[in-house]
């Protein structure tokens, strides 16, 4: 889509359009006694020769970075009898980068974590909606008891006040129990995104300065140390549901099972322990054969070709 519609004659139309628009902007400075100074053709090839160290370290770094797809260099008029010369170099896909894996199917294996990732994540993301509407809830009615028994209102109306307080209005029965339970699974459903994209808080105050070959091993040492940890406690779930399905213990005010709200946490953990092997894997993978098979922390998962 962007390759068909640049080129140059987007870029003829677009430094037309800008001329146009700049002449308004430009005649009220010179209106209002600024001095407008316009570069000499000698001047003007100055500072391309300045900028043309700029522009060779930028080719060099892109070449490294991976294959650049480009076409014939374009050469035509532009506004005004400028000669404008394009070259037509395209951003090189995905698969063409150096250490991005272009086998289809550990592709669909990343795909797959991801949709698993995401559908946690956005399961997760409707229980902690529900959470925070029951809290909303529960606290408007304890406001409107506690107004309601009050002796302003009283003062004020007792009819109202009584008739307040007969509609049964209050904090909705048990909602701590339910918040305590729903929070800590939207956790584990949150874990499998964050493990996936990276999205962890990090503290990288010296990282900036370290070689890149001593932060790719501190990576890979920390992703395999925080999947280590998840599958820690995914066990300690299983180990804790067990036991309170063995006592058969029970919330105090809605009397229901606890291990519902460990299960619930147990399944997200376990989804999420699957989600910390592969990225512990393919982290390994990624510093051992320099292949990436993780997703841009802030981007989409990759496509088979």
Avoid at 95 to 121: F, H, K, Q, W
Avoid at 263 to 275: H, K, N
Avoid at 279 to 286: H, V
Wanted: charged fraction near 20%; aromatic fraction near 8%; glycine fraction near 8%.
């Amino acid at each position: 889509m962007i390759d068909s519609n640049s080129g140059l004659e987007f870029s003829a139309f677009a430094g037309k359009k800008m001329q146009e628009d700049d002449a308004g902007p430009r005649q009220a400075a010179i209106d209002m006694g600024n001095n407008i100074i316009e570069l000499t053709p000698e001047q003007a090839a100055k500072w391309k020769e300045a900028a043309q160290g700029t522009i060779d370290a930028w080719i060099a770094e892109m070449d490294e970075k991976g294959p650049r797809r480009s076409g014939p260099v374009q050469a035509g008029a532009g506004t005004d009898g400028v000669q404008l010369i394009v070259p037509t170099i395209l951003p090189p896909r995905k698969s063409e980068l150096p250490g991005v894996s272009s086998d289809r199917n550990e592709i669909m294996l990343l795909n797959l974590m991801d949709r698993l990732a995401r559908a946690m994540a956005i399961l997760g993301g409707l229980v902690l909606t529900a959470l925070i509407a029951l809290t909303c809830v529960s606290v408007l009615g304890r406001g409107l008891n506690t107004l309601g028994h009050s002796a302003f209102l009283t003062s004020l109306s007792e009819a109202a006040a009584k008739a307040l307080t007969a509609t049964g209005v209050g904090p909705v029965s048990g909602d701590f129990e339910l918040v305590e339970a729903g929070i800590s699974f939207t956790i584990f459903a949150f874990l499998p995104i964050c493990q996936l994209r990276g999205a962890h808080a990090t503290v990288d105050v010296f990282a900036n300065s370290f070689p890149r070959w001593l932060n790719r091993f501190l990576m890979t040492f920390w992703e395999v140390l925080l999947s280590a940890l998840i599958i820690l406690i995914t066990w300690r779930l299983y180990v804790g549901m067990e036991d309170k399905m063995r006592y058969g213990e029970t919330t105090f005010i809605l009397q229901f099972p606890v291990w519902w709200a460990y299960g619930l946490s147990f399944a997200a953990a376990v989804i999420a322990s699957v989600v910390a092997v592969y990225c512990a894997i393919a982290r390994i993978a990624a510093y051992v054969t320099g292949q990436d098979l993780t997703p841009d922390a802030e981007g989409e998962s990759i496509e088979p070709a």
